[in-house]
């Protein structure tokens, strides 16, 4: 069964990399396939495999596992990712975060214990 919340006041109790409210939110229990599509910040720690799109920031818990393509104004990571990203503002990688694939942004920064096996393109464009 998918656990997938939406706008719940339950998010603030929710381990966050910031404070704003989340337009979606998949749970450590959930398994899904398919495409995403938020207008807002969504936050991930269960597995997704497909395709991720949203116009603010993606953030993706160490619990979680993201086989999937990402195109986002922002990414914060501590999970493993498998897939190409594209973030038009930064690629934020905490500890024990993992990629395989591209990574194209202006920004890119990582902590010590990120494992990145990535063409990384930066700049704009």
Do not use: C, W
């Not at 990574?103 to 920064?109: A, D, E, G, N, V």
């Amino acid at each position: 069964m998918t656990d997938v919340i939406t706008s719940s006041p339950a998010f603030e109790k929710t381990e966050s990399y910031n404070e704003q409210n989340l337009e979606l939110y998949v749970s450590k229990r959930s398994h899904i396939h398919g495409v995403i599509r938020v207008k807002g910040a969504a936050r991930i720690d269960g597995y997704f495999e497909g395709k991720i799109h949203t116009d603010l920031i993606l953030q993706i818990g160490k619990d979680a596992v993201i086989v999937a393509d990402i195109h986002a104004n922002t990414l914060i990571s501590q999970g493993p990712i498998r897939g190409d990203v594209i973030a038009r503002e930064r690629v934020e990688l905490l500890a024990p975060a993992t990629v395989d694939g591209a990574i194209s942004s202006p920004k890119f920064s990582f902590e010590q214990g990120v494992q990145v096996n990535a063409m990384i393109k930066m700049g704009k464009g």
